[in-house]
């Protein structure tokens, strides 16, 4: 192809989803060879002088970021690229780091005016002491992805606070939010465009007792169904939401807005918007592939629209 590419795929990473990570990467290299550019894998490990020396020696045109999770996606390696002048795909720094820290996040979207649940940062000691909220409610790391380390509170219980404060290992500080419930709903954007809604229900039986770390990841652990089935309004609600959270943290490229919809009860629905995520995964499982598809859009095609966008935007 006469606009192929040098492009670096930067995946493993040493968060916690660096599993995930190689498996989007290592997807990414397959597909981007396929769309004809010269597409090289690279292990973003711990020692930082060894990786800027790989970036040096690969000379890339663009780099296809694939890395998940902290230091991945909070606009830690952003800087390293801003800084060595190298374009990479997805969001920079300020809306990378913005959206990894849920705390300033949601007082983002609350300055926007979009639905958020009802929450409070606590230290997380303070857990073991008292409910900070109503039963139910959810706690989560302020710094995590792919619902690592959230766990669902329901019923008010000493015991089952302080197991969660006894295995907690993601800093002082946790983000505590009202329980939503009903389905979860996501949807990917591309640029200014929402692509479609999918409806995802972990598998009956499988032991999720919500779309957690398994049930995004293993294969069976879920059902994705889209465009999902629900209210014309509310979708289109959902749709436009979506665009407006990635413009107002700043986002480029693709990001996925994930979603709980609240349609329990005889009242109207309600849709509360939980996160952006501003490096979507790319395995086989994940939902922002599934829904450009959906859309006319190949895998291939969607890794290098990334591409050209980064090359275009940064």
Not at 139 to 144: A, C, D, H, I, N
Not at 211 to 221: E, F, I, P, V, W
Request: hydrophobic residues 40%; glycine residues 10%.
């Amino acid at each position: 192809m006469s606009n192929s590419k040098r492009v670096t795929v930067l995946m493993g990473g040493i968060s916690s989803e660096r599993e995930v990570s190689l498996d989007s990467g290592n997807n990414v290299v397959e597909a981007l060879r396929a769309f004809g550019h010269n597409a090289t894998p690279l292990d973003a490990g711990a020692d930082l002088g060894a990786l800027v020396a790989q970036l040096k020696e690969q000379k890339p045109d663009v780099v296809f970021n694939a890395l998940h999770g902290r230091f991945g996606e909070d606009g830690c390696i952003q800087g390293i690229l801003e800084w060595m002048h190298l374009p990479y795909t997805h969001s920079g720094v300020r809306a990378s780091a913005t959206a990894m820290d849920k705390a300033a996040a949601r007082a983002v979207f609350l300055t926007a005016g979009l639905p958020v649940a009802q929450g409070t940062v606590i230290a997380i000691e303070e857990l073991s002491k008292a409910d900070p909220l109503p039963v139910p409610y959810v706690v989560k790391p302020l710094s995590e992805g792919s619902s690592v380390g959230v766990s669902i509170v329901r019923t008010s219980s000493a015991s089952v606070r302080q197991s969660i404060v006894d295995a907690w290992h993601y800093g002082p500080q946790a983000l505590v939010e009202e329980f939503i419930p009903g389905r979860e709903i996501t949807v990917g954007v591309m640029a200014d465009r929402a692509l479609t809604i999918t409806d995802i229900t972990p598998t009956p039986g499988a032991g999720h007792d919500f779309y957690d770390y398994a049930a995004k990841y293993t294969a069976g652990g879920s059902a994705h169904v889209l465009p999902a089935q629900i209210d014309p309004d509310i979708a289109q609600h959902a749709l436009r939401i979506a665009v407006a959270a990635h413009e107002a943290l700043g986002c480029a490229g693709a990001s996925r807005s994930d979603f709980r919809l609240d349609d329990t009860g005889t009242g109207p629905a309600r849709l509360v918007l939980l996160e952006v995520n501003t490096q979507p995964g790319m395995t086989k499982t994940s939902l922002l592939p599934e829904q450009a598809a959906y859309c006319g859009i190949s895998y291939p095609e969607l890794c290098g629209w990334l591409v050209e966008q980064a090359l275009t935007t940064k």
